[in-house]
Nanobody, 114 residues
Framework: QVQLVESGGGLVQSGGSLRLSCAASGSIFSIMDWYRQAPGKQREPVAGITSGGSRIYADSVKGRFTISRDNAKNTVYLHMNSLKSEDTAIYYC??????????WGQGTQVTVSS
């Protein structure tokens, strides 16, 4: 059974940092990424990383967020620096397994206070 378990969300002041983690189990994943959904808005991609280490970022987070991955632990991280109030959202971990089949975590809330 595939599971994605996120952790690391919370409340932080503007300009602060947080690190999100997503521990995956039950399969191998070619792509692991992070999406976010702010109140009243559609879910949007934030950053993604392949098993080979190729990364992609949304323009809104380039230079502030870094995605990394530990393949041995099947875990993906999102290091968020210089946080802004507009980064406030529920952050979801997403992973693509062979098939392809994709899976979602339950989400973790990130709130940035100004």
């Amino acid at each position: 059974q595939v599971q994605l378990v996120e952790s690391g969300g919370g409340l932080v002041q503007s300009g602060g940092s947080l690190r999100l983690s997503c521990a995956a189990s039950g399969s191998i994943f070619s792509i692991m990424d992070w999406y976010r959904q702010a109140p009243g808005k559609q879910r949007e991609p934030v950053a993604g990383i392949t098993s080979g280490g190729s990364r992609i970022y949304a323009d809104s987070v380039k230079g502030r967020f870094t995605i990394s991955r530990d393949n041995a632990k099947n875990t993906v991280y999102l290091h968020m620096n210089s946080l802004k109030s507009e980064d406030t959202a529920i952050y979801y971990c997403h992973a693509v397994a062979p098939g392809p089949r994709d899976y979602w975590g339950q989400g973790t809330q990130v709130t940035v206070s100004s």
